[in-house]
């Protein structure tokens, strides 16, 4: 994907959550954002994904200017796939009927084809066993694998992520981030917020370093992990890195 923000801006209250936020990624398959809570990376995801619109500024994706308006950003949501940290299936739904509803209700397929659709995503994600079972019949990391299969049933364009794992415990987070590197080694564009600094390095090949509202800095993993430019980044990365 090709991704361009120039000074975005979005205020809760008194707080600059973007603050005149700038961002240009020429190519990038998996752009992952980092930094100290509270310092503007969901913030900036659902700006991005058009969850929220900004007070200021613009996004383009592949070259095209997010609107504002609620029905283009609408069909853009559609074009997307979406999934917080915090396990957000529908709790009266099976598995299947998660996966299958969206795709008849919002994408508009047909009853047979979404059945079709989820069957084929449950297998994909090692679910199928698991296919006719209520959210609370699920672990978190199964419930966060049937979060991802909904997210990407519908083939979307950028898949955004935030966050995925910091509800889950460490085993369960192994499970939902291969899931996600495979999904990024298929070939699906992917933006992501994360404290998981392992795993932002080995499958990000952009990171971006938000704080106080501002991309302090973008670069390779390998770079922004190997050799911080800004104090604030070096100062974040040795406390995060210590343990
Ligand atoms: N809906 C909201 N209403 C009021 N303030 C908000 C809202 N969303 C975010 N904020 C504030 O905006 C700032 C940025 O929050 P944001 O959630 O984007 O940060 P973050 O980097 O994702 O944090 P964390 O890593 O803790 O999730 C914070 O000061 C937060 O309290």
Redesign the pocket.
Known sequence: MKLEVKGLTKC??A?H?ADGLTLFVGSARVLVLI?P???????LLRLLGGLETPDSGKVEINGRQLGTDAPSLQAYRRKNGFLFQQFNLFPHLTARQNISLPLEKVHGHSPAKSAETATRALDRFGLLAHADKLPTQLSGGQQQRVGIARAVAHQPEVLFLD?PTSALDPEMTAEVLELIQELAEAGQDIIL?T?EMGFARAVADHVAF?SAGKIEELAPPAELFGNPRSAICQKFLSRVMRY
């Not at 809570?37 to 913030?43: A, I, V, W, Y």
Request: glycine fraction near 32%; proline fraction near 0%; charge should be neutral.
């Open positions: 809760y209250g707080t959550a930094g809570s509270g310092g503007g990376k969901s913030t966050e917020s404290h938000v």
